[in-house]
């Protein structure tokens, strides 16, 4: 059974199956409606729904509260549909977005590596020669064992690399997903995915240098876009500060030291916050926020900056980016939500997210 949804202002008809989330459905009609943890934990994903009944599945109180819910807002990644209805979202249109449908894959664990101690590194290869289409940046939900569910994870490797996507995964202390992810995913395993996801992607039409700012796993994405702004040769400079705890966390240190030295318009700032005083550690000592002011001497104009990562992490970013005169229009994030941040409220110093 199913029912009719209609998205304005597109004024787009699509069918949304029983138990299907509305979110769901309209990315794999190629509709892109806005959303980040996919989760029901963060809000991006709020829509009014004009006509019809839904019902709102997992939604957290804090991402929707019940005055919303009583004004017909809901939540996109959660709500299914009761009857056939009619919502009205916010779509952005963006130069530099494709609108790629979310596909369902297959594939098999084809390699797991230890990149840090609490850091892995999962690749996947897709299903008879399958490819992933999507823009670098994005991720992808994988299908964990049915008590857990679905996990968010975005693609490491870069678009033109597809048919094996590669996950970097950090363990999060009390997390059923990465825990078991770690402790009992093998090499040969079968394993199922669905994607591509999100709006983080380089907003190449700009022409402006790029200020790539990473924590912990949250390097994943920004190494899919840096390895395709230089495989497509962009003339324009391309920064990374990446921040780890210490230098058993740093991962992928000698691929961009490597990609530094080949490409004169990419320069790489590694960060420990952690690392012992008495170590041979030569780079910066503090916190990815810290580092960046200090190498760009407090001054960000003028470029476009990509956050990937923990939301505190994201949130510090922000707050240095604005001091140094980065608008919020030039600024975007990837936050890596997980079920702790259900509770926590956004930044006040943000109005996108
Ligand atoms: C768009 C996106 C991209 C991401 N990309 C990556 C990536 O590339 N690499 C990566 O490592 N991670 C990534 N993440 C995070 C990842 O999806 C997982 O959410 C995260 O790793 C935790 O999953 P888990 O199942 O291990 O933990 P969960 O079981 O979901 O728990 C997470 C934490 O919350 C606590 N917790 C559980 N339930 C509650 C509750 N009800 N209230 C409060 N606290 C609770 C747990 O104890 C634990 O500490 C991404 C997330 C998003 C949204």
Redesign the pocket.
Known sequence: MSHELTIEPLGRTIEVEDGQTVLDAALRAGIFLPH????G??GTCKVTVTDGEVDHGRASNFALMDYEREEGLCLACCATLESDAVLEAEIEVDEDARDIPVRDFHGTVSRIESLTPT?LGLWIRLDGGDTIDFQAGQ?INLQ?PSD?GV??????NPPSASGEIE???????????????HRSLKVGDRIGLTGP??R?FVHKSAGVPSLFMAG???L??PRSMILDLLEEGSPHPITLVYGARNRAELYHHDEFVALAQRHPQFTYVPALSGEPEDSDWTGFRGHVHEAAKAHFDNDFRGRKAYL?GPPLMIEACIAALMQGRLFERDIYT??????????QVRSPLFKRL
């Open positions: 980040a943890c996919g989760q934990y963060c850091i991720y964990l857990i996990r968010a994870f975005s693609l490491a996950l970097n995964i950090r363990i999060v202390p009390g997390g059923a997903g990465t825990g078991w992810i996801y999100g983080f912990g796993s949250g994943s994405s990937c990837e936050k890596f939500f997980s079920a702790a941040d259900a509770q």
